[in-house]
T-cell receptor, first 114, second 112 residues
Framework: DTEVTQTPKHLVMGMTNKKSLKCEQH?????MYWYKQKAKKPPELMFV???????INESVPSRFSPECPNSSLLNLHLHALQPEDSALYLC?????????????FGQGTRLTVV | DQQVKQNSPSLSVQEGRISILNCDYT??????FLWYKKYPAEGPTFLIS?????DKNEDGRFTVFLNKSAKHLSLHIVPSQPGDSAVYFC???????????FGKGTHLIIQP
């Protein structure tokens, strides 16, 4: 099983809304990631959780707030987003945060901010 | 400054022939390289990887070659099939960074 599950698949939210993206994996992976992908661009790393602790925050604005409740779950809380935050948000996991491991991606959440 | 570069935005190959996708990198600290395939509105699917201690890794129709001195890698797909039509991303990790650094992708189109 190499599945990373993301919900919802699509989300439309207003600039004053609060919403959350969810990600789940049951592969026993100890590193989980959030990436953001704009149209015709490569995925860009946002956050890395290593053994349920935030290890990397790539200068992401505070309107994005990650949370790792346990080793299988990763959330991304959204508040007061801007239209330019509309993108495909991808969750990934890898066995550990070491450099020689593959990352497996979920299907993504297509977010539209109106 | 792009650390992983895929200079061909698109590539068209006839079905049954070999597809060769290229990738260059600038960060000498990268020591693990991966190729992902992506369909529109879906997440990237892992294809194949290679460690910097190797120069070739093969998995079925997919072979990745790494030339460390040139900081260049390539993905060979042979024979190419219609289902291979997708965007292919080259990615790298290493140098203490836990995440992946992606190239801009190459759109591979397999023509019947």
């Amino acid at each position: 099983d190499t599945e990373v599950t993301q919900t919802p698949k699509h989300l439309v939210m207003g600039m004053t809304n609060k919403k959350s993206l969810k990600c789940e994996q049951h592969m026993g992976h100890r590193a989980m990631y959030w990436y953001k992908q704009k149209a015709k661009k490569p995925p860009e790393l946002m956050f890395v959780y290593s053994y349920e602790k935030l290890s990397i925050n790539e200068s992401v604005p505070s309107r994005f707030s990650p949370e790792c409740p346990n080793s299988s779950l990763l959330n991304l809380h959204l508040h007061a987003l801007q239209p330019e935050d509309s993108a495909l948000y991808l969750c990934a996991s890898s066995q550990d945060p070491g450099p020689r491991t593959e990352a497996f991606f979920g299907q993504g959440t297509r977010l539209t901010v109106v | 400054d792009q650390q992983v570069k895929q200079n061909s935005p698109s590539l068209s190959v006839q079905e049954g022939r070999i597809s060769i996708l290229n990738c260059d990198y600038t960060n000498s600290m990268f020591d693990y390289f991966l190729w992902y395939k992506k369909y529109p509105a879906e997440g990237p699917t892992f294809l194949i990887s290679i460690s910097s201690i190797k120069d070739k890794n093969e998995d079925g129709r997919f072979t990745v070659f790494l030339n460390k001195s040139a900081k260049h890698l390539s993905l060979h797909i042979v024979p190419s099939q219609p289902g291979d039509s997708a965007v292919y991303f080259c990615a790298a990790r290493g140098g203490g960074a836990d995440g992946l650094t992606f190239g801009k992708g190459t759109h591979l189109i397999i023509q019947p």
